[in-house]
Nanobody, 128 residues
């Protein structure tokens, strides 16, 4: 069965850290660029970051996460990570990973509806 499974979400205090994981099964993730997206209550889904299939290029969408979030991947483990530091209440959202087959397009320019696979999401809550 082809799927992406996120894990690592939870409740954390402001200023804390979490590391999200996104593990693929049923397909080889190293043929895919991977993105992290999030959706807060009452808000539209937004892109957080994406990483190229080989890990050489990583992009962060929006100034709000730059310098605080780091995306990485381990293709040997078929897993992508999102390290989130200095978390703020406004980071509270459901976080989703998604994979799109690698192409000539830089992942940051790929619309969400063109991603091939999506995970079910993991809740991140930042609150004191």
């Amino acid at each position: 069965q082809v799927q992406l499974v996120e894990s690592g979400g939870g409740l954390v205090q402001p200023g804390g850290s979490l590391r999200l994981s996104c593990t693929a099964s049923g397909f080889t993730l190293n043929y895919y660029d991977v993105g992290w997206f999030r959706q807060a209550p009452g808000k539209a889904r937004e892109g957080v970051s994406c990483i190229s299939w080989n890990g050489e290029n990583t992009y962060y969408m929006g100034d709000s996460v730059k310098g605080r979030f780091t995306m990485s991947r381990d293709n040997a483990k078929n897993t992508v990570y999102l390290q989130m530091n200095s978390l703020k209440p406004e980071d509270t959202a459901i976080y989703y990973c998604a994979a799109v087959v690698r192409s000539g397009m830089v992942c940051v320019g790929v619309p969400p509806d063109e991603y091939d696979y999506w995970g079910q999401g993991t809740q991140v809550t930042v609150s004191s």
